[in-house]
């Protein structure tokens, strides 16, 4: 259970979010994603209150994150291709116009080769692979990562935390939850939070006070 | 993505092909019950409507006794102002009707023949008021309507057609309520694909278009076949049945408005259905945050 939240993140600006397991990691992060309300409290994302806003208005704000979720959730019976078109076509791309990007995204993320598979025949890695792709394919305002390199080897988790820095560097928003500490080093500039008992410590007072900008608030 | 029945393939296969669906066989049996009891129905109420018609107006004249009576009885109710036409049934025709009985013994046994005769009234005469009239001049006369010699049978053909239209509310309340559950198996069936979706930003109208599209075409497929194997059941079995109502009725059992009416009662059913999909659809996703 979270409690005692208030933090503003940064727009463009790269974190971590760290902790024991239970902390609470996956809550925080589905409030962020809008998949959660908080019980009290506010969330206020894009400039919005979101905690109490009506559900038709949630789609258009979620079109603006991109999730790369623990268990990858891909849709079984789509191939990866059509799985990471999944955003673009949702936002009424065409099919004609989704199908450059995906195919840039699936090379980019070593899969060009298996853009006709369906997830039960790639391997846990290239799960993970598809769901990033699938995750940032939108070019999403805010990014939220729940353990995306939990399933790959360090090359490729190096591989994959470059891409969500290149994001980044486009004014990408990241929030990534990890237990891999040695990700950290590979960013620069990226912040860390840490969740214990379901309670964020800010030592430097950065989460508080994050340079001027109206950004993503939330306080619980 | 637009929302609506027609999404174009690319969004189509965002659901799986789902080859053992129950929703269409649910349909085509409620449409195969309602269209059959919904054509008996029609045929009990098309009956009564025409017996009543055929009833209208005409009375039957019994005179025992003395044949003389029966000569006075005749050219009484000749003269009457009320009445249009006094037409004696013939001995033999008595006979005739005796002998499905009595054998060729109706023929040569010395039975006492009542006298009778149909009578047609003018219309708007009181019948009633002739018959005391006539009872009070001849006690061995009695002039009785057909509607009141009918009022058993009518009254249980209306009972009968009043169960129909009581049997066609609960058909269609059953049909609404496998609908749901089928909507809601449907949603349980694809839910991971749905969550992924509402996930990553699709509107409950994407979500809609998708499920209700597939409910609306098991909905149109399974009013098609239970309406073709009903319109077979209707051709073999009800159409010839219209023989009980020779003698009364020349119309057809099943006219062309209430074969028009049974058409449309599959759309209706397949329109019912999808609505109730939509409605069921709607209600499971707003519970979704």
């Known amino acids: 259970m979270l409690a005692g939240l208030d933090f503003r993140l940064a727009p463009g600006s790269f974190y971590f979010l760290t902790g024991p397991s239970g902390a609470g990691k996956t809550s925080l992060l589905k409030l962020l994603y809008l998949a959660q309300r908080p019980t009290r409290g506010r969330i206020r994302l894009f400039g919005t209150e979101l905690a109490e806003a009506p559900r038709e208005a949630l789609p258009a704000f979620r079109r603006r994150i991109g999730v790369v979720f623990q268990d990858f959730r891909l849709v079984r019976h789509l191939s990866a291709f059509d799985n990471v078109a999944l955003p673009l076509r949702i936002a009424g791309e065409s099919d004609k116009d989704v199908e450059a990007p995906v195919r840039e995204m699936l090379a980019w993320v070593g899969l060009a080769d298996r853009a006709s598979a369906r997830p039960p025949t790639l391997s846990g890695g290239e799960q993970q692979r598809v769901a990033i792709a699938r995750a940032v394919i939108a070019r999403p305002e805010l990014l939220v990562a729940d353990e995306p390199t939990g399933n790959v080897d360090a090359a490729m988790a190096n591989r994959l935390i470059s891409l969500f820095g290149a994001l980044n560097r486009l004014g990408t928003t990241v929030v990534v939850a990890t237990h891999d500490l040695s990700l950290i080093a590979s960013v620069p500039g990226a912040r860390l939070m840490r969740l214990e008992q379901g309670r964020l410590a800010d030592p430097t007072g950065e989460l508080r006070h994050p340079p001027a900008r109206p950004g993503l608030e939330a306080s619980a | ?289």
């Open chain 2, 1 to 289: 993505m637009k929302a609506g029945l027609f999404p174009p393939p690319s969004l189509r296969r965002l659901l799986p092909d789902q080859r053992r669906r129950s929703a269409p066989w649910i349909v085509g049996l409620m449409t195969f019950v309602s269209l059959v009891v919904g054509a008996a129905g029609i045929s009990v109420i098309g009956a009564v409507r025409d017996l009543q018609g055929a009833a209208e107006g005409r009375w039957s004249l019994q005179v025992t006794g003395i044949p003389a009576d029966a000569a006075r009885t005749t050219a009484m109710l000749a003269a009457a102002p009320e009445v249009a036409e006094v037409k004696p049934v013939p001995e033999a025709e008595l006979r005739k009707t005796l002998r499905q009985w009595l054998g060729p013994a109706a023929d040569t046994l010395d039975l006492p023949l009542p006298a009778l005769a149909d009578v047609t009234m003018k219309s708007g005469a009181d019948g009633a008021a002739l018959a005391r009239r006539l009872q009070a001049a001849i006690p061995a006369a009695h002039l009785t309507s057909y509607s009141a010699e009918l009022r058993p049978l009518l009254a249980t053909l209306q009972g009968l057609a009043l169960v129909v239209v009581g049997l066609l509310v609960v058909l269609a309340a059953a049909l609404a309520g496998a609908v749901t559950l089928a909507a809601r198996a449907t949603l349980e069936a694809n839910r991971a694909t749905l969550d992924v979706l509402h996930g990553i930003g699709a509107t409950d109208a994407q979500l809609l278009g998708l499920v209700q599209r597939r409910l609306a075409i098991d909905a149109l497929v399974g009013s098609a076949v239970g309406a073709l194997a009903a319109a077979l059941v209707i051709a073999l079995a009800l159409i010839p049945a219209r023989g009980l109502l020779a003698g009364w009725s020349e119309r057809p059992l099943l006219g062309p408005s209430d074969l028009l009416l049974l058409i449309l009662l599959p759309f209706a059913q397949a329109a019912l259905a999808t609505l109730v999909a939509r409605w069921t659809l709607q209600r499971t996703l707003a519970a979704a945050l």
